[in-house]
C-alpha cells in the first residue's frame, strides 16, 4: 500500500491536465489558452501547457477578479467530483484574503445601470417619464 502511495505522490502530471482535473478550468482547453496567454504561472514562472507538475509547487491562477494561489499536494490525470479536486490542492492564506478583499470590493461597487446617465431609457425610466407626463399634463389644464 505504501508503495502505490509513493507512485501516486511521484506521478508526473502536466499543468493543463492538473487544473483541468483540479476544476480551475472547465476544459482542458480553457486551461491551455490560459497558460498561453501567461495567466498561470508555476513556482513564480510563466508556465507552458506540456510543463510537469510536482508535489509541492506553486500554481497561481489570475482569473479576474482575484489571484488564486496554491500549493499542489496531490496529482490526478482525471476529473473527479469536486471534493476529489479539492484534495489536490491547498490555496496560501494570502490567496483567500486577496479573493475575500476582492468579493468585497465588487459588492461594495456601483451597480452599473445606476451608473448610467445617457443613452437608451430603461423600462424603469420610461414608466416614471410616463408617469410624470401624466401628473405635469393634469397640473396644466
Known sequence: ???VEDTLSELRVRVDKW?????????RS?????????????????????RELHVGDTV???RPPAVCTVV???MSQVR????AAQALYE?????LASRAQALQARADGVEPALARREGR???RDRRQIAQWQRWSASLDS
Do not use: I
Request: charged share 20%; hydrophobic share 50%; with cysteine.
Open 19 to 27: 487544473l483541468w482535473a483540479a476544476r480551475f478550468f472547465k476544459t
Open 121 to 123: 431609457p430603461t423600462g
Open 80 to 83: 473527479g467530483p469536486a471534493v
Open 30 to 50: 480553457l486551461a491551455v489558452e490560459a497558460l498561453l496567454a501567461g495567466r498561470v504561472e508555476v513556482n513564480g514562472a510563466p508556465a507552458k501547457p506540456a
Open 72 to 74: 499542489v499536494r496531490a
Open 91 to 95: 490555496e496560501t492564506p494570502e490567496s
Open 1 to 3: 500500500m505504501a508503495q
Open 60 to 62: 497561481c491562477v489570475r
